[in-house]
T-cell receptor, first 110, second 111 residues
Framework: EDKVVQSPLSLVVHEGDTVTLNCSYEVTNFRSLLWYKQEKKAPTFLFMLTSSGIEKKSGRLSSILDKKELFSILNITATQTGDSAVYLC??????????FGPGTRLSVLP | DVKVTQSSRYLVKRTGEKVFLECVQDMDHENMFWYRQDPGLGLRLIYFSYDVKMKEKGDIPEGYSVSREKKERFSLILESASTNQTSMYLCATTGQTTEAFFGQGTRLTVV
């Protein structure tokens, strides 16, 4: 059964800290891995990763994929209170749907 | 601008009622999905559709049905709402790439 695991499930940090969120997966047919940020509304797309070792960056956020070890990390530097959200990792398994992890709830305190 | 619109942001329904959740997309995407999200469980796929009048069961289809009469519209139906269907429901679409576009979500409370 395809599976996506995220850790930690919950994280509390202070503004300015750097955080690393982890996502590991077991899927039969991997096409891509996606990171989403979910606040009160629907998840918003952050990154799509298809190739190992290539870092994707967007401002203070960056992500990288290791297809050999079957994991990805999402880094957030200089965290702000607006980064507080649930971060979802999902894997596209060529099945025209996505396997989602349980999410990491990040709380950034002032 | 890409748009996936869900008909309601908040709904409160009584146990046993028939509930319709509507999702409309303006991107001419073939694939549409309905998920529910519950704390600690992530997003779980209920049903998806890859073409008009086509539907496939996801991971948790029990208690739900769907309808896709037109390409742009995908409806989720709760035949007889129950309290354990209280949740946030999310509609999503994908086209030629694997990037998913989500609606804003419908928070359904069944009392």
């Amino acid at each position: 059964e395809d599976k996506v695991v995220q850790s930690p499930l919950s994280l509390v940090v202070h503004e300015g800290d750097t955080v690393t969120l982890n996502c590991s997966y077991e899927v039969t047919n991997f096409r891509s891995l996606l990171w989403y940020k979910q606040e009160k509304k629907a998840p918003t797309f952050l990154f799509m990763l298809t190739s190992s070792g290539i870092e994707k960056k967007s401002g203070r956020l960056s992500s990288i994929l290791d297809k050999k070890e079957l994991f990805s990390i999402l880094n957030i530097t200089a965290t702000q209170t607006g980064d507080s959200a649930v971060y979802l990792c999902a894997v596209d398994n060529y099945g025209q749907n996505f396997v989602f992890g349980p999410g990491t709830r990040l709380s950034v305190l002032p | 601008d890409v748009k996936v619109t869900q008909s309601s942001r908040y709904l409160v329904k009584r146990t046993g009622e028939k509930v319709f959740l509507e999702c409309v997309q303006d991107m001419d995407h073939e694939n549409m999905f309905w998920y529910r999200q519950d704390p600690g469980l992530g997003l779980r796929l209920i049903y998806f559709s890859y073409d008009v009048k086509m539907k496939e069961k996801g991971d948790i289809p029990e208690g739900y049905s769907v309808s896709r009469e037109k390409k742009e519209r995908f409806s989720l139906i709760l035949e007889s709402a129950s309290t354990n269907q209280t949740s946030m429901y999310l509609c999503a679409t994908t086209g030629q790439t694997t990037e998913a576009f989500f609606g804003q979500g419908t928070r359904l409370t069944v009392v």
